[in-house]
Structure formats: C-alpha cells, structure tokens
C-alpha cells in the first residue's frame, strides 16, 4: 500500500484546510485509515482514525473541529479541518493498517498557522 497526502499550506488561525491521502497498491486489504501530526521537537500524535466501516474517533484536542471521511471508492481519506489554530501547526502524515496488522505512513503534509 502506497499513501500520498496533499492538501497542505499556509493559513491563518480560525481558516480551514482540506487534507487529502490516496492510498494505492492493496487497498482492499485495508481495515483502517488515519491521520497523525508532529509539530516540530514534538511526538507525533493520533488527530483522528477511520475504519473501513466508518467509524470514526477523534484527538480530545480536535474534536469538533475536525472532520475525517472517505471517499469513494475507499481509497481515499479526507480531513477537514476549520477553525484551526497555531498550535495545530505540524507535518500531517496518513497512516493506514491492514488485516494483517501492517502498517503503512505516507510523506506527510505541511500545515502552518499563522497568528
């Protein structure tokens, strides 16, 4: 499985940003999708996961502000992102896993925000 976000950039606090990842290779092997970030001297962190069902969970920090989908057909994922903020600077990266529990990350995106 191969990942590719796009969909990053700069924008000022309270903007919004749509983050895209399409999965190519294996797809229908894959049981979930997700986003993380790492802002810079940070551990990169969970912001929100969906399964190949539709579930979806969610970072405390960006509950109700962001949103994560897929497209159709599922192999591609989408993370909305409005009223952002500076401190949601970071490299965004797309991670998806497997029946067999492998995982794959993509590059990453660039999302600034500026105050």
């Known amino acids: 499985v191969q990942l590719v976000e796009s969909g990053g950039g700069l924008v000022q606090a309270g903007g919004s940003l749509r983050l895209s990842c399409a999965a190519s290779?294996?797809?229908?092997?894959?049981?979930?999708m997700g986003w993380y970030r790492q802002a810079p001297g940070k551990q990169r962190e969970l912001v929100a996961t969906?399964?190949?069902?539709?579930?979806?969970g969610y970072a405390d920090s960006v509950k109700g502000r962001f949103t994560i989908s897929r497209g159709s057909p599922q192999n591609t994922v989408y993370l909305q992102m409005n009223s952002l903020q500076p401190e949601d600077s970071a490299v965004y990266y797309c991670?998806?896993?497997?029946?067999?529990?492998?995982?794959?990350w993509g590059k990453g995106t660039l999302v600034t925000v500026s105050s």
């Open positions: 969906i399964t190949s069902g539709g579930s979806a």
């Open positions: 991670k998806a896993q497997d029946y067999g529990s492998q995982v794959y």
């Open positions: 290779g294996s797809i229908f092997s894959i049981k979930a």
